[in-house]
């Protein structure tokens, strides 16, 4: 019984264990529950993917009401690709947070804290398990909220305007993804994804299915910080606690992307998105820009979140552009690179979370000399930097060899060798962290700092040790990957 | 133990001994005692191999497929024995060198450099031994990053700017060109395999095997190539045990080790005669060998004269490459060997100099001879080896050079090494001269008396296992000469 309502739980698990939460006042009770949660999880992302994997797309009806009228949860090869990410990551910041959480927020916020993240948690799994759109809104707004929550509650001021911009551009993306989802609604009558892939074809051809296009396409692009729509991204993932930097490096902008191979592929078809409204060439040009612009940002940037913002803007532009591309090896380039970059961002911010943890900084200049007080921090940050470089035996190198053979194979060699180039931008600003820290003489604040402590050093290493291992090893998420490319391009009608 | 696990000892070994330096951190005597047993053991193995490859036995392996359809695998052929015997053999004799120097000097944070050291080490032997070009290039990849805190190892403003420069030029090179051509090269034909006859005939029109062969040789930036060579003279700024085995014989004949199993293995030499491209190239390679000579003899440095001299001579090799006939292929993989041990006593003499004297510039070094006799005789036997004079190794390896360039009808390249020659002579014979003939009195530091002697044992050591070996290639050369003749055999 339990099992087959599996898909059901991995949304209600969250869900209700959030005002569960609420009512623990004790930091550390608050702590023990959600990452008994994110446990839980994790055990049941692993299970339902194990499922898919095995046995296809799986399709479950909430409440036994039958679709397209029920609310469907609909998990194929991408929605099993990106649960196990969210709840993985959610499973290894649970550590984490126990001392970051500690330093970083006060100690009467901390419940609200952890309350927030689960319903974060919520929302992301919801936005990723749903068949249906007016659900994806609801669970996408539920994200977003928490997320606005999260944020806020940086040790900062300027973390509350920080949310406020995230929260103003957030709720515009959402509405216009609403918007969107009205205009489908209004011309075919249904909500259901399935359904309305079966029924848009017949009205594709009138101005509002297109206006609905435009619509969803640009309150996605909100979300998934696709240039020029990022501008909330930098000062959330400055001023955000560390803990909400990295889960949402790792997360949030991922699920936005999974939001638009869903509506680009699913709903509206490859064809009508890609060769009547021609958003491939568009996506294109943007990646471009993202690519190339946020990696010359954060080339000359001095705190280093900031840095690794803009770092994060120019590689949702590498995933955009796999996807651009509309085929097979472009989207599945575009999904791995997505899963990889979420591990290596993970780890990156959650080492800058043990600087700022001993530091109380992450600026450049505060660095000066800090690999000799915590060596295993700064070991953890070179092996994520090469990893975002793209060198051999890291994860970032499979990602980026898969998006250089799929641009060339499309025929694009300007941007492979753009691809390239900004490897090397990437190169330079991973650069000055290092140079700053093995370099410089340590200021004599230095003295007095420690290695980061155990329980937030292993969750580090753990991504990190990921990282080399598909590295190594990427056939999984390769096979994976590839599968979700294959039944997404393939959907026509399903 | 199987040829295969031997295989892969001889790159595991290197990689895992800096767990054991690191451990002995507090000890230093026991510390190096590892690096002088994992260096021996390291070339024994490899001479263990060495027979097998004589017979036309190729043991190979595969340890992963990170992408499908692309293995990390190794397999060893004539070329990457030799380059693997070199590598290990002159390891032993720097280790030596090493401890002499680094103790002498009192230079800091001696554990991370021989940790670093092996793992570069380990690097060189997975490039050796490579099976295809994607292994090559992780191992490619992984020596730049592990010589860069070696480059660094001073930590000032200079080494930082000197590393800058040095990441930049290899990482820069390799990221946006080597790596596109491999990628490249990978969508048109399905594999990256080392295949006797290459892999790009009858797959890809001339036209785009010329590009190809363009980001291959500008992308092995370790081949030190104009433009791409500004990272060997900014890497002096390392200490100079660095400098003699990893600039003058690992990361360099890494380079053209690279470009040399690219002409044989990926293109084919027969198909590298249709390239357009290959004349050009040749052009660029004598331009090099020119240029880096004329700036040579502008250097006072002694360690930036001789990276200088380095960049020439690598192109001798790349030209031997492109020359496409056996016997240039011959010339070139003697040149490696011949380079390499005359090159390594020079800077095993420069390092000594600056050990015992603290002296860096030609200009200060008036009558050194006379007070460090056995340091000067070996350089004098290395500067010969370098212009090509018998009874040094350097004449054996020019004079396949010159017959290959004949062979192959490019009687310029023939006149480019001959006035190349003289240019080598033009700026070692001075220095000769200055080291033996000149009065101490003239030189640039007066009023301070020259009271050392000659340089540490350990150091002398290794100078004369170098020179010595110099003089023996010359009488001896089967080791390398068997080898190359099997290469040459095998590229047909």
Known sequence: MLLANLPALQVVIPLVSAPLCLLL??????????????????????????????????????????TPWGIEYRIDMAGALMILLIAAIGAVIMPYARRSIRHEIARKHITLFYTSYLLCL????????????????????????????????????RALTAAFQYLVMGTIGATFILIGVGLLYMM????????????????????????????????????????????????AYTFAPSVVSAFMAATATKAGVYVLLRFFFTVFGSEFSFTA??????????????????????????????????SSVAQIGYTILGISLASTAGVSAGIIHLVNHALIKGALFLALGCVFLRLGSVTLKDMHGLARHMPWTMAAFVAGGLSLIGMPLTAGFISKWYLVSAVLAAGYWPLAVLVLVSSLLALIYIWR??????????????QKVKEAPASMLIPVWLLIGVNLYVGIDASLIFSMAQQAADTLIGQALQ | ????????????????????????????????????????????????????????????????????????????????????????????????????????????????????????????????????????????????????????HAGDDNAREGGRMYLGYLLGSSVILLLLAIVWTWSLTGTLDFRAGGILEGTVTPGVASLLLVLFIFGIGKAAVIPFHLWLPAAMVAPTPVSALLHAVAVVKAGVFTVLKVAIYIFGIDFLAQVPATQWLTYVAVATILLASLVALRQDNLKLLLAWSTISQLSYIVLCA???????????????????????????????????????????????GRRMPWTMAAFTIGALSMIGLPPTAGFISKWYILLGAIDAQ??????VIIISTLLNAAYFLPIVYTAFFRSPKNNMEHGLKDTHGEAPVAILLAITVTALGTIVLFFFPDLPLDLVLQLAGESK
């Open chain 1, 188 to 235: 075919t009558g249904t909500l259901n994804m399935t359904d309305l892939a079966q029924r848009l074809p017949e009205v594709t051809d009138t101005r509002t299915i297109r206006v609905a296009f435009a619509f969803v396409t640009v309150g996605v692009s909100i979300k998934l910080a696709l240039f020029p729509l990022h501008i909330w991204l930098p000062n």
């Open chain 2, 1 to 152: 133990m199987s040829p295969e696990i031997t295989l892969l000892a001889c790159i595991a070994l290197p990689l895992l001994a800096p767990a054991l330096i690191t451990a002995l951190h507090r000890w230093p005597n026991p510390r190096e005692a590892v690096t002088l047993l994992t260096s021996g053991g390291l070339f024994l193995l490899v001479l263990s191999l060495h027979h097998l490859v004589l017979q036309g036995t190729r043991p190979a392996i595969n340890i992963a497929e990170p992408i499908p359809g692309l293995k990390i695998g190794f397999e060893i052929e004539p070329l990457g024995m030799l380059f693997a015997l070199l590598a290990s053999f002159l390891w032993l004799v720097t280790s030596v060198y090493s401890i002499g120097y680094m103790r002498s000097h009192h230079e800091s944070r001696q554990t991370s450099f021989y940790s670093y050291f092996a793992v570069a080490l380990g690097s060189v032997m997975g490039i050796a031994f490579a099976g295809n070009l994607f292994t090559l290039f992780i191992f490619y990849e992984l020596l730049t990053l592990s010589t860069y805190p070696l480059v660094t």
């Open chain 1, 433 to 446: 962290v290092v140079e700053a820290a093995y370099f410089n003489v340590p200021g004599a604040a230095m």
């Open chain 2, 410 to 415: 490019q009687m310029f390249a023939v006149g």
């Open chain 1, 25 to 66: 006042r004790n930091p550390r009770h608050a702590w023990a529950w959600a990452t008994l949660v994110s446990t839980m999880v994790l055990a049941v992302a692993v299970m339902l993917a194990q499922r898919v994997y095995a046995e296809g797309t799986i399709s479950y009806a909430i409440g036994a009401w039958a």
């Open chain 1, 277 to 310: 409204m021609h958003v491939g060439e568009i996506l294109m040009l943007l990646a471009f820009a993202a690519i190339l612009v946020a990696s010359l940002v954060a080339v000359f940037e001095n705190n280093v979140k900031r840095m690794l913002a803009y």
């Open chain 2, 322 to 368: 492109l020359l496409i006939t056996p016997l240039g292929i011959v010339g070139g993989g003697l040149h490696i060997v011949m380079h390499a041990f005359a090159k390594i006593t020079l800077f095993f003499c420069a390092g000594a100099i600056i050990v015992t004297t603290h002296k860096t510039r030609i200009s200060e070094m008036n009558g050194i």
């Open chain 1, 122 to 157: 919520t929302g992301l799994l919801g936005i990723v398990v749903t068949g249906d759109a007016f659900n994806l809104f609801v669970f996408l707004e539920i994200s977003s909220l928490s997320s606005y929550v999260l944020i806020s509650l940086g040790s900062t001021r």
